[in-house]
C-alpha cells in the first residue's frame, strides 16, 4: 500500500488546515491508521489514530479538542483548527496498525512520505 500525504502549507496562528492521505488500494479501509508528526529539532510524535471502520479514534493530548481525524474509502482526514505555532512539523499518516499502542510509530507498516506544516505566530 502506498500513502500519499498532501495538504500542508503555511498558516496563521489561529487558523485551520485539512491533510488528507490517499491510499493506492482498495485493501486500505480495512486498515486502521494514524498521523503522527515531527517538529524540529524533535522526535516523531503521535497525534491521531482511527480504526478501520471509522468508529474508533484516538488522539494526543495536545491536539485533543482542535483536531479530528476522519476517513472516507481510500482516505483518511486531519482536521486541523486553533492551529499554534507548537503544530508546526512534518506531518506524516501511517496505516496497518500491527502493535498492540497505536501511539507507537512501530506498530504501523506504512508510511506516507510527509507533508510540512508551518504556523506563523
Known amino acids: 500500500v502506498q500513502l500519499q500525504a498532501y495538504g500542508g502549507g503555511l498558516v496563521q496562528a489561529g487558523g485551520s488546515r485539512r491533510l488528507s492521505c490517499a491510499a493506492s488500494l482498495r485493501a486500505f479501509r480495512s486498515y486502521s491508521a494514524g498521523w503522527f508528526r515531527q517538529g524540529p529539532g524533535k522526535e516523531r510524535e503521535f497525534v491521531a489514530y482511527i480504526d478501520w471502520s471509522g468508529g474508533g479514534t484516538g488522539y494526543a493530548d495536545s491536539v485533543k479538542g482542535r483536531f479530528t481525524i476522519s476517513r472516507v474509502k481510500n482516505t483518511v482526514y486531519l482536521q486541523m483548527n486553533s492551529l499554534k505555532s507548537e503544530d508546526t512539523a512534518v506531518y506524516y499518516c501511517a496505516a496497518q496498525k ?14 506516507g512520505q510527509g507533508t510540512q506544516v508551518t504556523v506563523s505566530s
Open 98 to 111: 500491527i502493535g498492540p499502542d497505536y501511539r507507537r510509530s512501530d506498530a504501523y507498516t506504512y508510511w
